[in-house]
């Protein structure tokens, strides 16, 4: 079993920047492919980043250059996002999936986290 926290959420201007943190409580050593997804209402929930237990990383399209996902010793994970545009304004999750490969899916991630919401106004 895994639990998932997110932080760091806000209000911030189009061109600044947010740090995203999801703290990972699991009592299990497996390793997890790890990732960042994002939701508006009315649309389906798509894939930002992912990270795998080699800390190899995927990303969007839309964020790459602009977000950057990376993982502490304890294993808790984060989201640098620099340059954000109000395009980016959504509710931001932090998944586990406990399966095989490592893809920004949200049907192959196992374990969710409550969320965090950004907001980039222009």
């Known amino acids: 079993q895994v639990h998932l926290a997110e932080s760091g959420g806000g209000s911030v201007q189009a061109g600044g920047s947010l740090r995203l943190a999801c703290e990972v409580s699991?009592?299990?050593?497996?390793?997890?492919?790890m990732g960042w997804f994002r939701q508006v209402p009315g649309k389906e929930r798509e894939g930002v980043a992912v990270?795998?237990?080699?800390?190899?990383t995927k990303y969007a399209d839309s964020v790459k250059g602009r977000f950057t996902i990376s993982k502490d010793s304890a294993k808790n994970l984060y989201l640098d996002m620099n340059r954000l545009k109000p395009e980016d304004t959504a509710m931001y999750y932090c998944?586990?999936?406990?399966?095989?490969?490592?893809?920004?899916?949200?049907?192959?991630?196992?374990?969710w986290g409550q969320g965090t919401l950004v907001t980039v106004v222009s």
């Open positions: 699991t009592k299990t050593r497996s390793e997890y492919c």
């Open positions: 998944a586990a999936d406990a399966g095989w490969g490592c893809a920004p899916a949200p049907t192959d991630f196992d374990y």
């Open positions: 990270t795998d237990f080699d800390n190899s």
